[in-house]
């Protein structure tokens, strides 16, 4: 089985950096995902992790360590467009492709 | 827009009823995954189908089906509904469904169900 832990809410102020972390415990991990969701929207892709390491976009940079089931979402130069739920999601070998997603995390940017 | 299509939007119903959703995936996906999202459970999968055929079952219950068609839509249909089935019902797709690389989910806009 699955557990995944994140922070349910986080602050943060316009052009700051924020790091929302996500930690796992799986038996056959096979890749991690970021999705992004504004409320009542469907989630959207941000990012995948597959290999240790860190995975950088524009302004959203992921982190994975497999060894210590530890994933980070780096969001810099916050906006507020950027307030909205992170969700963690992990994808394991014995339950084919579907994802495993955290409960997310609220993340509200202020000016 | 990511492609996939929902409908309804909204659908309201009462204890006991039956209702039927929807989902046609983006242009050249075979995967189509359902998803429930409740305030208190978060997204929760239900169950994916490949080229029309089942691939892998979550936390569905029984009086939950799902079928993928020959051109590839699909549609979940849930019965003697309750009060708890209240729930917004994601449907994403994927092109391959197979455990090699990202193969990215794309979530549809959600169907939110309202039981009353």
Known sequence: ?111 | DSGVTQTPKHLITATGQRVTLRCSPRSGDLSVYWYQQSLDQGLQFLIHYYNGEERAKGNILERFSAQQFPDLHSELNLSSLELGDSALYFCASSVEGSKGGPDTQYFGPGTRLTVL
């Not at chain 1, 995902?33 to 409320?39: C, G, I, K, L, V």
């Not at chain 1, 941000?46 to 982190?63: A, I, M, P, T």
């Not at chain 1, 994808?91 to 084919?96: F, K, L, V």
Request: charged letters at 15%.
């Open chain 1, 1 to 111: 089985g699955q557990n995944i832990d994140q922070p349910t809410e986080m602050t943060a102020t316009e052009g700051a950096i924020v790091q929302i972390n996500c930690t796992y415990q799986t038996s056959g991990f096979n890749g991690l995902f970021w999705y992004q969701q504004h409320a009542g929207e469907a989630p959207t892709f941000l990012s995948y992790n597959v290999l240790d390491g860190l995975e950088e976009k524009g302004r959203f940079s992921s982190f994975l360590s497999r060894s210590k089931g530890y994933s980070y979402l780096l969001l810099k130069e916050l906006q507020m467009k950027d307030s909205a739920s992170y969700l963690c999601a992990v994808r394991e070998i014995q339950a084919g492709t579907a994802l495993i997603f955290g409960k997310g995390t609220t993340l509200s940017v202020s000016s």
